[in-house]
């Protein structure tokens, strides 16, 4: 059976073998100041796609390193989505177009990693004849199992003008025991879980006007993405990503280290994929240069860091594990990524730190969330008031996202809207200090309000609910 690392290989060598140039993987940090991550493949290619620079090359394949914070709620909640992952692609600018993609695409996941046909369905865009009839007469793929879906999983844009094109995507059918019956389709309501998405094939054919109206591109690309772990899952016959050999490796460290059986319980292995899927991205974030801190890029690591330890201790343990499981990430990744290799003492030493600052910062939050939800329930409210939630993030350093988790699972009421809030009222206050300062002339003073308030704007809140945006 074909290992993770294999098919990445047989991923790239096929793509060169069609005279593909091979680029690694660009960094985590994008070179692109709209962009917090690098979210697909395409990142680092976007001037080519919006016309902004020319190709070096017209066909360039890779296997690039993704962070998706828009996924972070679904991890361990679905089989399939990861912060971390990694893309397989293949990029055409101004070459080859939807007739090779189409059936390339097709050769590698049947002939090469021969997975099931009968079991592929495929998704075009409404009004996309031309994918229709090549995945149909090219590729042999029965009309029955070609769905058309609109715009929001099938058309791709940049922005409201400019590039864009219609999306065909490869699915695997796991079958009735994961969602809908005998003669469910892709895209029936419920089947999610059951029709895996592992390619998406975008076309890139369109300029979309001031106007709205669209004009042919000059010059048509090609950008596709598929996701290395869930095409690992169908070809290694797991319905789960966490069980390929990509993961499943770390998770059971992660067992060992907080001493939990995987499949002992429903919330004991949640808390294990999290803390699987984590430790990945913490690894390759601090490789890339980011450092835990309260905005921007440090601060989705810290909230990754912070996350995985407190499921560390839902897990039972009070140990400082994660710096321990980098060495199991380093084991299964460092041949296709080796400067995870040379720079791991760097990323242990970090993660330990984290782990050791925010372990204290649990001990005493913990206690204060859990009295301030018994004093609301005794009250007979069942809801911590943005007050509190905001003296949880301000003077004990309590992340938010941990009290609204807490909440949750006791059935607790919290309000987004409150706490932002009190964080605005604070910031107020803050400027009206600083103007007060300003005028008596008390230097240091500045210095230390915001050494304690923090002097950047903090994004992390918001980040967390856009929608990865390319
Ligand atoms: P989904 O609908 O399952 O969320 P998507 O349509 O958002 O996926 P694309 O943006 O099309 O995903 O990305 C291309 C491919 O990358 C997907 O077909 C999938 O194989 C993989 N992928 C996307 N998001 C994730 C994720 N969070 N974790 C793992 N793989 C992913
Ligand atoms: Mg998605
Ligand atoms: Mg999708
Ligand atoms: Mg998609």
């Known amino acids: 059976m074909l290992s993770g690392n294999d098919i990445r290989q047989k991923f790239i060598e096929f793509f060169k073998e069609k005279e593909h140039k091979h680029y690694e993987s660009a960094s985590l940090i994008p070179d692109d100041p709209t962009l917090l991550l690098t979210v697909a493949g395409m990142v680092p290619f976007k001037p080519f796609f919006?016309?902004?620079?020319?190709?070096?090359?017209?066909?360039?394949?890779?296997?690039?390193?993704?962070?998706?914070?828009?996924?972070?709620?679904?991890?361990?909640?679905?089989?399939?989505?990861?912060?971390?992952?990694?893309?397989?692609?293949?990029?055409?600018?101004?070459?080859?177009?939807?007739?090779?993609?189409?059936?390339?695409?097709?050769?590698?996941?049947?002939?090469?990693?021969?997975?099931?046909?009968?079991k592929m369905w495929i998704s075009v865009f409404t009004t996309d004849d031309e994918a229709e009839r090549i995945w149909n007469e090219k590729c042999g793929v029965p009309m029955e199992r070609i769905v058309r879906l609109g715009e929001e999983d099938n058309w791709w844009s940049a922005g409201p003008v400019g590039s864009c094109g219609p999306c065909s995507e490869i699915h695997v059918d796991l079958g009735p025991e994961y969602g809908g019956d005998e003669n469910s389709k892709l895209g029936d309501p419920g089947t999610d879980d059951r029709f895996i998405e592992i390619w998406n094939l975008v076309f890139t054919e369109w300029n979309r006007m001031e106007d709205g109206s669209l004009e042919p591109l000059p010059k048509k690309n090609i950008d596709t993405g598929a996701g290395l772990e869930r095409v690992a899952a169908m070809v290694q016959k797991k319905a789960n990503n966490f069980e390929t050999d990509l993961l499943f490796p770390i998770l059971e460290e992660a067992g060992r280290l907080t001493d939990t059986k995987y499949r002992a319980s429903e919330k004991s292995d949640f808390s294990l994929k999290v803390i699987t899927d984590h430790i990945r991205a913490i690894t390759f974030l601090i490789n890339d240069g980011v450092l835990p801190s309260n905005e921007g890029r440090g601060y989705v690591l810290r909230r990754i860091i912070r996350r995985a330890v407190r499921h560390g201790r839902l897990l039972g343990t009070k140990e400082n594990f994660l710096n321990v499981l980098v060495d199991k990430v380093v084991e299964i990744m460092g041949g296709a990524y080796p400067e995870i290799r040379t720079n791991k003492e760097h990323i242990q030493k970090m993660v330990?730190?984290?782990?050791?600052?925010?372990?204290?910062?649990?001990?005493?939050?913990?206690?204060?969330?859990?009295?301030?939800?018994?004093?609301?329930?005794?009250?007979?409210?069942?809801?911590?008031?943005?007050?509190?939630?905001?003296?949880?993030?301000?003077?004990?350093?309590?992340?938010?996202?941990?009290?609204?988790?807490?909440?949750?699972?006791?059935?607790?009421?919290?309000?987004?809207?409150?706490?932002?809030?009190?964080?605005?009222?604070?910031?107020?206050?803050?400027?009206?200090?600083?103007?007060?300062?300003?005028?008596?002339?008390?230097?240091?003073?500045?210095?230390e309000f915001f050494d304690k308030h923090g002097k950047t704007q903090f994004t992390g809140y918001t980040e967390h609910s856009t929608k990865a945006k390319i």
């Open 352 to 447: 330990r730190i984290e782990e050791e600052k925010f372990s204290h910062t649990l001990d005493q939050g913990m206690n204060i969330v859990n009295e301030e939800i018994e004093k609301a329930i005794e009250a007979g409210e069942k809801k911590l008031s943005g007050e509190v939630t905001f003296k949880l993030y301000d003077t004990y350093g309590f992340p938010y996202e941990l009290t609204e988790e807490i909440c949750e699972e006791k059935g607790v009421e919290v309000t987004h809207a409150e706490f932002l809030e009190k964080m605005e009222e604070q910031k107020e206050r803050a400027r009206s200090a600083r103007e007060v300062v300003k005028e008596k002339g008390q230097d240091t003073f500045i210095e």
């Open 50 to 118: 919006l016309g902004q620079k020319e190709a070096p090359t017209p066909r360039v394949t890779t296997h690039q390193k993704c962070i998706r914070t828009n996924d972070l709620e679904n991890v361990g909640r679905t089989a399939r989505h990861h912060t971390f992952f990694e893309m397989l692609g293949n990029f055409s600018f101004g070459d080859y177009f939807k007739e090779e993609s189409i059936a390339w695409s097709w050769e590698f996941v049947t002939d090469v990693l021969g997975l099931d046909k009968d």
